[in-house]
C-alpha cells in the first residue's frame, strides 16, 4: 500500500519569512500522525499545502498519491477536513447540515441519503438528526462535523484540534470511533494543542519556527528525552529551541 | 482563612436543577479545579458565584459577605472570566485594559501603575499597541486575565480560560495563575483538561450539578480502584473485540500502545493466558500509574 502523505523539503515562503522549512515526513496508510507544534510554527501553512489550498515555494509533496504542485484538484475529492471551528449552520437540523454537505461534494440523493444513515449510526447521531445544530452540545456537534466530513468517503482526513474544549468521556468517545476509521484504512492527520489527545496518535512530529525538530511514536520520544510526559517534552523542546533562536 | 464558602446550593431552571446541593469552600491563596462533563453545571455555578444568577436554596459568602444581601461589598472583590469572553478586537491591547480600568474607575496614576505591573506579569508589554484581534489565541487570554485583573480581585473565577491555547502558552497562563495565588489571590478555575487540574491545590469533579468526589490531584488519582497495564503492541480490530470480551479487563489504544485496566483483586499472571491469545505477553507489559483522567472517567461511567 503506497503512503498516504508523502513530503520532502516542503517549503514556503511569504516574502522574506518562511513559514514552512524543508519539512520532510511520511504517513502510512490507516495511519493515526500527530501534528503539533506551538502556535504559529507553521502548521496551518503545511496542512493548507497538503490540502491542496496552497501552492508551496519549494519541495515535494503528494497526497493520496497526487501530486500537490499540479494535482490539487484530485486531492481535494481525496481528502477531507474537519474543525474545531468547523461551520455547521446551527440553525438547520443535524440532518440537513449533512445534506448540505454531502450535496457540495455532489453525491446522488440515494447515495447521500444511505450514507447519512450509515454515518449517523456509527457515530451515534440518529436521535439527533432532527434536531438544530446549534443547541446540540459542543460533543454532539463535534461527532456532526465529523460525519459531515466523511460522507465523501475521503480516504485521508485531516482533523484541525478536533476535540478542543471537549470533556474527557466525550474525548474518549470520539477516539473510539478515529480508531474505527483507521482500522478501515482511513488515514487521519490531526493537529492538536492538547498532549494528552496526541498521546491517542501513533506517531507525532513537533514543529517549530517552520521545521520539524522531533518526530517517532509518543511513548518513545518521552522515553529518549528522559521527561514524564509528552506535556513536559513538548515545553521544554520548544521553549530551549526558542531560548537558542535568541541567544 | 476561607474566603469562597458555598453551601448546599440549588439553582434549578424549569424544574430541573443545573447545581444540585453543591458545597464548595476555598481558602485564600488555594487555587481550586472543577471538572466535569458538558452540561454538569459548571457554567451555571459560577454564574451563582459571581451573583450574576440568584440561588433557590443555600448561601453564599464570599470574602465574609453574604452574596444576597451583601452584593455591593462583594462587587468590587471578584474578577469573572467567562468562556467567551469579549475584548474589543480593534482596540489595542492597552485601550482594552483602559476601557476595563474605566468601569472600575481606576484611572491617572493609579491605572498607570496597574497596566505596567499587568503587563510585566503577562508579558504583553512589547504588544500594548497592538489591536487585540491580531493577537495569538494565547495572548487574547492573557489579555482577557488582565482585563479581569485590573481592580486587583481578591477572588478569580475562571471559567474554562485556556481552551483553544498552545501548551506553551498554557503554562505560561498558569505560571500567572500561581503568582497570582502566591500573592493571595484564591482562585476557582474550570477546565476540561487533566494536565491542568494536576496544577490545582484541590479539585472537585462535578456531574449532573452534583459534587461526585474531591481532594488534591494525588488523592483523586489514589481513588481509581484496580490496576493499569501498558502494552507496546499495536493490536488489530479483531483483537480489540477479544480483548474487550476476556471477563474482568477493560482496555483502550493509546496511541501505539494499549492500556489494559484490571480489578484491584486480580492478580494479572491469571490473566496470562487470555491475554496471550490477543497478542499480549504478561511479561513484556509494565505497570503504569493511573492518571486523573482514568479517575474521572470511572467516576461517571459509575
Partial sequence: MPAAVIIDNLTKRFGPFTAVDKISLTVETGEIFGFLGANGAGKTTAIRMLCGLLLPTSGHGRVGGFDIFKESDKIKKTIGYMSQKFSLYGDLTAYENLWFYGSIYQLKNSVLKDRINELSESLGLTEFLKQKSGPLPLGWRQRLALAASLLHRPQILFLDEPTGGVDPVFRRKFWEVLYGLADSGTTLFVTTHYMDEAEYCRRISIMHRGKIIEMGPPHELIARHGKPDLQELFIDLIREKDKNAQD | ?302
Fill in chain 2, 1 to 302: 482563612m476561607t474566603v469562597v464558602q458555598a453551601y448546599n446550593i440549588t439553582k434549578t431552571y424549569g424544574g430541573k436543577p443545573a447545581v444540585e446541593s453543591f458545597s464548595l469552600k476555598a481558602d485564600k491563596g488555594e487555587l481550586v479545579a472543577l471538572v466535569g462533563p458538558d452540561g454538569a453545571g459548571k457554567t451555571t455555578l459560577f454564574r451563582c458565584l459571581c451573583g450574576l444568577l440568584e440561588i433557590d436554596r443555600g448561601e453564599i459568602m464570599l470574602a465574609g459577605f453574604d452574596i444576597k444581601k451583601e452584593f455591593d461589598h462583594i462587587k468590587p472583590l471578584m474578577g469573572y472570566m467567562p468562556q467567551n469572553f469579549s475584548l474589543y478586537p480593534d482596540l489595542s491591547v492597552e485601550e482594552n485594559l483602559d476601557f476595563y480600568a474605566g468601569l472600575f474607575d481606576i484611572r491617572g496614576d493609579n491605572l498607570k501603575t496597574k497596566k505596567a505591573r499587568l503587563y510585566e506579569f503577562s508579558g504583553l508589554g512589547p504588544f500594548a499597541k497592538r489591536r487585540a484581534g491580531r493577537l495569538s489565541g494565547g495572548m487574547k487570554q492573557k489579555l482577557a486575565l488582565s482585563c479581569n485583573l485590573i481592580h486587583d480581585p481578591e477572588i478569580l473565577i475562571l471559567d474554562e480560560p485556556t481552551t483553544g491555547v498552545d501548551p506553551v502558552s498554557r503554562r505560561q497562563f498558569w505560571e500567572i495563575l500561581k503568582n497570582l495565588k502566591t500573592s493571595g489571590s484564591t482562585i476557582i478555575v474550570s477546565t476540561p483538561y487533566m494536565d491542568e487540574v494536576a496544577l490545582a491545590d484541590r479539585a472537585i469533579f462535578m456531574y449532573r450539578g452534583k459534587a461526585m468526589t474531591e481532594g488534591t490531584p494525588a488523592q483523586l488519582a489514589a481513588q481509581f480502584r484496580g490496576k493499569v497495564f501498558r502494552a507496546d503492541i499495536l493490536p488489530s480490530p479483531e483483537d480489540m473485540r477479544r480483548l474487550n470480551d476476556i471477563k474482568g479487563i477493560s482496555s483502550r489504544r493509546f496511541g501505539s500502545t494499549v492500556h489494559v485496566y484490571i480489578g484491584t483483586a486480580e492478580n494479572i499472571e491469571n490473566l496470562r493466558q487470555p491475554l496471550s491469545g490477543v497478542g499480549i505477553d504478561i511479561d513484556k507489559i509494565s505497570p503504569v500509574p493511573p492518571d486523573l483522567e482514568d479517575t474521572f472517567i470511572q467516576f461517571m461511567e459509575q
